[in-house]
């Protein structure tokens, strides 16, 4: 069925839900997973404290630790269960750019990711990065919650 899942992370309590599930889809397709985090940028005007309070290469060391610890969760789960698997860090303003780029080019068959549900007020304010990836994407997406 699928043989090459990205799975996007943003090491949220959802997104971890959603890590098992997907991994459970690839095991019973023999898919590979590549996980992947999309970190923001560093701006010297931010509404992100840790920007503000950190020079650039503060903020990047500490955000790489963290997509390094967000990844490490896919990895240990793929390992447990037998499913290969390989990890990307990007840096960008716009995670559903990457995410749908990263999947093109890794030629991947299917986009995994959660979704915090979020409707009404938050989710026009906060935005959805995975109702872009659905908006923009023509590679298949599956959601899960």
């Given at each position: 069925?699928?043989?090459?899942?990205?799975?996007?992370?943003?090491g949220s309590a959802t997104s971890n839900a959603a890590i098992r599930k997907?991994?459970?889809?690839a095991k019973e397709s023999g898919a590979m997973i590549t996980g992947v985090h999309v970190m923001?940028?560093?701006?010297?005007l931010s509404r992100h404290t840790e920007m503000i309070e950190s020079t650039r290469a503060e903020y990047l060391e500490e955000s790489m630790a963290q997509a390094r610890?967000?990844?490490a969760e896919i990895e240990q789960a793929?390992?447990?269960i037998g499913v290969p698997c390989k990890?990307?860090?990007h840096t960008s303003?716009?995670?559903?750019?990457?995410?749908?780029?990263?999947a093109r080019e890794l030629g991947c068959d299917l986009i995994c990711m959660a979704s915090h549900g979020r409707r009404g007020?938050?989710?026009?304010?906060?935005?959805?990065e995975t109702q872009k990836v659905l908006t923009h994407s023509q590679i298949p997406v599956l959601v899960l919650r």
């Open positions: 069925m699928f043989k090459h899942i990205l799975l996007p992370t943003d997907c991994l459970s889809l923001a940028p560093f701006h010297v610890g967000y990844l793929a390992r447990e990890t990307v860090v303003d716009e995670p559903y750019e990457v995410i749908i780029q990263s007020i938050k989710a026009l304010l906060l935005g959805s």
